[in-house]
């Protein structure tokens, strides 16, 4: 990604919270926020659900969730992914056999593109992965992450927050949500057959090959892998049968990057996703009024969603990544990543030493003296916990 490509243009309005919130594991201080936008989507939070107690919920999910996938020395889903992975060399495919053996795990849908493109190095290969629970519905959360690496000719650059830790959280959640997923999915085909599959929401997860520049961000040098499938999927038919495209299938775009340091900050960048971040300033809100999160607050005031006007209109830039080819489509993004940049930002020091767990993992306090300390249940794992009380309980 690169900085400042556009200018800020600050925008006044309100919406009312749409979704309960989204899950704080993808945020690194809690595991909240992005899970409850996700069960709003797919419907396992019912309206008259939000008068559900926090205390509640994480009790939920501490009974359903295992979260050390995401431990930084010994993590099975985010050590792995701590290695060079620049295009092309053998880390590079090692990562991708990783991912996609996770998937196939899991028995999502698979779809790959792959192309070759020009670049200052010379043609290079490139591989899109793109998963999917349940091929059938029309309409898609898409959550996002780049699982490449920058190169360097004479240094080794990890990119541990560029973007292993966001590759890891994906993967986490597929896994911990897919239980839940295929009930909620048994339910939908029982009840309403093949028809009701095709209305339901679905998750798919994009993991972008070629973010990264390899000499110096442009146009043409960077962002390989969203640019080349935003062109594509903009044409292709959803499947044989819909009459949408597959970019028109998409809710919402949801791009992680950077994250993993200490106290990042997020802002709301679109206005076309400004209804989704107001949900995640609004949860935050809740959990410092009732002091279950842990956190440098003064007088209890939103120090992580702190700014609700959103930057630019829906075609402006403030950040390049690999959204910019969907904004540009017309796609709602959402767009978490820390601004300002963390310090380690392309350089070698973005390594597992730069890393700090208990922000990746998340921390709660309860009023009662009870701490559930480093609690990760990144998207999918507090989705499951959720999904699995409100279909059995």
Same mark, same amino acid.
């Given at each position: ?64 969730? %295992? ?42 849908? %698979? ?77 939908? !085909? ?14 798919? %997860? ?29 044409? !292709? ?125 998340? !921390? ?30």
């Amino acid at each position: 990604m690169e900085r400042h490509r556009g200018q800020f243009e600050s925008k006044t309005g309100f919406l009312k919270k749409i979704f309960f919130g989204i899950s704080f594991s993808i945020l690194g201080i809690g595991s909240i926020f992005l899970v409850m936008l996700l069960l709003k989507f797919l419907g396992f939070i019912s309206s008259d659900s939000d008068n559900l107690t926090t205390e509640n919920y994480v009790e939920v999910i501490s009974k359903n969730s %295992m979260n050390s996938n995401l431990n930084i020395v010994n993590g099975n889903l985010l050590t792995p992914l701590l290695v060079e992975r620049v295009v092309g060399t053998e880390s590079h495919k090692k990562v991708q056999e990783f991912i996609v053996n996770h998937f196939k795990n899991l028995q999502w849908e %698979m779809e790959t593109d792959t192309f070759e493109d020009e670049t200052p190095l010379g043609k290079k290969t490139f591989t899109n992965y793109i998963f999917t629970k349940n091929p059938l519905s029309e309409k898609r959360i898409v959550l996002a992450a780049h699982y490449d690496s920058k190169y360097f000719e004479n240094e080794i650059f990890i990119g541990a927050t560029d973007s292993a830790v966001p590759c890891a959280i994906l993967m986490d959640i597929a896994e911990s949500l897919n239980s839940a997923l295929d009930n909620k999915l048994k339910i939908i !085909e029982a009840e309403e057959g093949k028809e009701g599959l095709k209305r339901s929401t679905t998750i798919q %997860m994009i993991f972008f090959d070629g973010e990264e520049a390899f000499e110096n961000w442009t146009s043409t040098d960077s962002i390989y892998g969203a640019r080349h499938l935003a062109d594509k999927w903009e044409k !292709e038919p959803l499947n044989n049968q819909s009459t949408i495209t597959k970019l028109q299938s998409i809710n919402v775009f949801v791009l992680l990057d950077l994250l993993g340091t200490k106290n990042p900050t997020f802002n709301n960048y679109y206005k076309s996703s400004e209804k989704y971040f107001k949900s995640l300033s609004a949860i935050e809100t809740m959990l410092l009024n009732k002091n279950l999160l842990k956190a440098n607050s003064i007088n209890n005031k939103n120090i992580f969603f702190y700014n609700n006007e959103a930057m630019t209109d829906t075609t402006k830039l403030f950040i390049d990544d690999d959204h910019k080819p969907f904004l540009r489509k017309n796609v709602p993004v959402l767009h978490i990543i820390p601004y300002p940049f963390p310090n380690i930002w392309h350089t070698v020091s973005d390594n597992a030493d730069a890393l700090d767990e208990n922000t990746i993992k998340g !921390e709660y306090d309860f009023n009662g003296g009870v701490g559930l300390k480093e609690i990760f249940i990144s998207f999918i794992r507090i989705c499951s916990g959720w999904g699995i009380f409100f279909i059995f309980n």
